[in-house]
């Protein structure tokens, strides 16, 4: 197993399951804030350790005309401001390195794209921000040809990183996971689990992409089981109305459950 490292009260590896969730992308200040508050109060009633996320910019929506966010500079002001009201740690993609230092401002942990995982300046410049990392495993990349971009990070010096398997691309349209990738990763860094973007169907509906949310409990359990050091779920209080990733985003509502099954496996197992 490898090396364990704080990101504020959160610790990633080697101990607790820790959850990273939010909504796709800002859609406005007041919503962030809204989920934060919602998420926040069920990971406090569980005693899970909990990462806000949310994108400032994505970068990599299907169409042209998809919502986007607010971008970089107003981005990272409403991620400033609500790590400051909340306490809660910061998580957010950067798309190119000359956006990582500004990123870095409000964000506890860059995340890298998993389109973007073998992009070298990318992973450098993130890397010398000193904040922690997290790579999402692209959908092309076997799961041991990640010890390249874990090493471009750790070659800044940071050995704040970790990993996010997300599925791998079956055919078109479709995403499949394979279990066999997280202990191979998680041989490498800490390895979290992305239990939303695996039941995605990339650029599967008329210019958006789909997904199958209700396999997102079923892959969850089994990512526990096999042993994760946390997991990664984009969550939204209206997944139909969602600016982004509603398609695969899981209900707000059924946090909880999901959340107390995966504790109760995952105290099971103890992998």
Request: aromatic share 6%.
């Amino acid at each position: 197993m490898s090396q364990s490292f704080e990101v504020g009260p959160v610790r990633v590896g080697e101990g607790k399951l820790f959850l990273i969730a939010g909504p796709c992308v800002i859609e406005s200040e007041e919503h962030v804030r809204r989920m934060a508050d919602a998420i926040q109060r069920v990971t406090a009633d569980l005693g899970v350790p909990y990462v806000f996320k949310a994108s400032f910019d994505k970068a990599n929506r299907t169409s042209v005309k998809s919502f986007r966010g607010p971008g970089l500079e107003e981005g990272v002001k409403i991620l400033g401001r609500l790590a400051k009201d909340t306490g809660l740690p910061i998580l957010t993609d950067v798309h190119e390195p000359t956006q990582c230092e500004i990123a870095a401002e409000a964000a506890d942990i860059l995340q890298i794209p998993a389109f973007l995982c073998r992009q070298t300046d990318l992973l450098v410049a993130a890397g010398k921000t000193g904040r922690a990392v997290n790579i999402k495993k692209g959908q092309f990349v076997a799961p041991w040809d990640m010890s390249h971009p874990v090493e471009k990070v750790r070659s800044t010096g940071n050995e704040r990183v970790f990993l996010t398997e997300r599925g791998a691309s079956f055919g078109y349209n479709t995403l499949v996971v394979d279990f066999r990738s997280l202990p191979v990763m998680r041989k490498l860094a800490p390895v979290v689990f992305d239990g939303t973007h695996s039941v995605q169907q990339p650029s599967a509906a008329n210019g958006v992409s789909g997904g199958q949310p209700e396999f997102i409990p079923l892959l969850a359990r089994s990512a526990v089981a096999a042993g994760i050091d946390g997991l990664f779920l984009e969550v939204h209080d209206d997944p139909p109305h969602a600016k982004s990733d509603g398609a695969n985003a899981l209900d707000l509502n059924q946090l909880k459950p999901l959340l107390e099954t995966l504790l109760a496996i995952h105290a099971a197992v103890k992998v």
